[in-house]
């Protein structure tokens, strides 16, 4: 399985952002609400990643999140099974509680707290991703190979219901334990190849080649400053900050804590949010350190590629 956009570094740095932003910020309860949201999408990917183990590999080949350009913009698909008879596009919803479908395709979800909230229907929202897929194909010379659809639940204790018993729950919705039976199903409908072997693995290539990954700045998306960012190393036992460094270790003021290498999970975070090339004095002040020849040593060690000289030089850090 080939994954262009990684979650749960997704969700790393959104960790890393919200441990570092004040806590009287404005904006923190809006980034702990999306984090809780990254947090759920994580979980819905790994069932469907857990569920697509069980697909035969030498049919299929199973992509996760792809982002395409095409004439109109950019859509993603969740996931994408590619095959030498059809297609499969899956939009995963990671609803819990239960979900209506009522007249006219509306979509009603009930939280575990009995709060109600409207979403697009589905369904319409995979046919719209795999329409521009077969564009996207056709207009790269692909042979006109069909494109199913389906819209997958990803908690199986999700319960979906109709809103009155004239309303219906559409066939392509399925939980994530029906996922491969129903691929499995839909395969009976197809007995001549469109693609030969070679131009299915070409097709996998070209989609991965063609990868147009997001370029998310949580600074800008939600208005912060890097000074508004909490900077110092956090007790590695009771989470307390900052904790001081002599002759060597880490010590924490508030439990008395003793660390050898608890400036590791501080050099994470800037990686995270900042990127992976750090200078000495952006070290110092993220660690709260006041000595060079400190920090100098601690980015020797952990740091594997360094870049310039002297004030110029840039260490290059990993995760």
């Known amino acids: 399985m080939y994954d262009p956009r990684n979650k749960k570094l997704e969700l790393l740095t959104l960790q890393a952002f919200e441990r570092r932003l004040s806590a009287n910020h404005p904006m923190k309860q809006a980034v702990l609400k999306d984090l809780k949201i990254k947090y759920a999408e994580v979980n ?27 004439e109109v913009g950019y859509f993603q698909m969740d996931t994408l099974t590619l095959s030498n008879y059809f297609n499969t596009v899956v939009e995963t919803k990671n609803w819990e509680g239960t979900v209506r479908f009522g007249a006219n395709g509306q979509v009603t979800r009930i939280d575990n707290n009995g709060m109600k909230e409207g979403f697009q229907n589905p369904i319409d929202q995979v046919k719209i991703q795999a329409l521009r897929l077969k564009r996207w194909l056709k207009n790269h010379d692909f042979p006109d190979i069909p494109i199913e659809y389906l819209a997958v639940i990803s908690f199986p204790k999700t319960i979906i219901e109709r809103e009155t018993p004239q309303d219906i729950i559409p066939h392509e919705l399925i939980h994530s334990s ?14 001549s190849p469109i693609l030969s072997r070679n131009q299915l693995h070409h097709l996998a290539r070209l989609l991965e080649r063609s990868h147009c990954p997001v370029d998310v700045n949580l600074f800008e998306e939600y208005g912060v400053r890097s000074i508004d960012m909490v900077k110092g190393v956090f007790c590695t036992k009771c989470g307390a900050l900052p904790m001081n460094r002599f002759n060597g270790k880490w010590y924490c003021q508030s439990c008395k804590n003793v660390s050898i290498d608890a400036h590791k999970h ?17 070290a110092r002040y993220f660690l709260g350190l006041s000595s060079p020849d400190m920090t100098k040593h601690i980015l020797r060690k952990e740091c594997t590629e360094m870049v310039g000289m002297n004030k110029g030089k840039k260490y290059r850090l990993g995760l």
Do not use: C, P, S
């Not at 819905?44 to 982002?67: A, C, P, S, T, W």
């Not at 499995?184 to 007995?191: A, P, S």
């Not at 501080?266 to 952006?282: C, H, P, S, V």
């Open 266 to 282: 501080a050099l994470r975070d800037y990686r995270l949010m900042f990127g992976e090339w750090i200078t000495n004095k952006q």
């Open 178 to 191: 029906d996922l491969v039976f129903r691929i499995q199903e839909i395969e009976k409908n197809y007995t």
């Open 44 to 70: 819905g990917e790994n069932e469907i990643k857990y569920r697509l183990r069980l697909i035969d590999k030498q049919k299929f080949i199973v992509l996760h999140n792809l982002r395409l350009q095409d």
